[in-house]
């Protein structure tokens, strides 16, 4: 079993920056593919970013040199740095993990995080 704990949500304003972590626990953190995905209000669930286990990326095309997904193993922890954020990024974001990195960037894999809010407005 794997248990995944976002946090690094908030308030900012457009133009701002937020970091967002994602702590894994009960599982071989470096051999799991990582992502994060979001969901606003009246929207599907979409994915944001993901890093597999050989360090390869994928963004999706609205946040491509906005975001950076990156991976921490030693401290089983993956990061969303978000910056230059616009008000349609608002929006909980979850992180989820997988063996399968297909899986994870795409309709998302196996285990999923509570959430965190990311509220962008003036």
């Known amino acids: 079993q794997v248990q995944l704990v976002e946090s690094g949500g908030g308030l900012v304003q457009p133009g701002g920056s937020l970091r967002l972590s994602c702590a894994a626990s009960?599982?071989?953190?470096?051999?799991?593919?990582m992502g994060w995905y979001r969901q606003a209000p009246g929207k599907q669930r979409e994915l944001v970013a993901a890093?597999?286990?050989?360090?390869?990326?994928k963004y999706a095309d609205s946040v491509k040199g906005r975001f950076t997904i990156s991976r921490d193993n030693a401290k089983n922890t993956v990061y969303l740095q978000m910056n230059n954020l616009k008000p349609e990024d608002t929006a909980v974001y979850y992180c989820?993990?997988?063996?399968?990195?297909?899986?994870?960037?795409?309709?998302?894999?196996?285990?999923w995080g509570q959430g965190t809010q990311v509220t962008v407005s003036s």
């Open positions: 989820n993990a997988d063996l399968d990195p297909i899986r994870t960037m795409t309709w998302g894999g196996a285990y």
């Open positions: 009960g599982g071989n953190f470096r051999l799991y593919a």
């Open positions: 890093i597999a286990s050989d360090g390869s990326t």
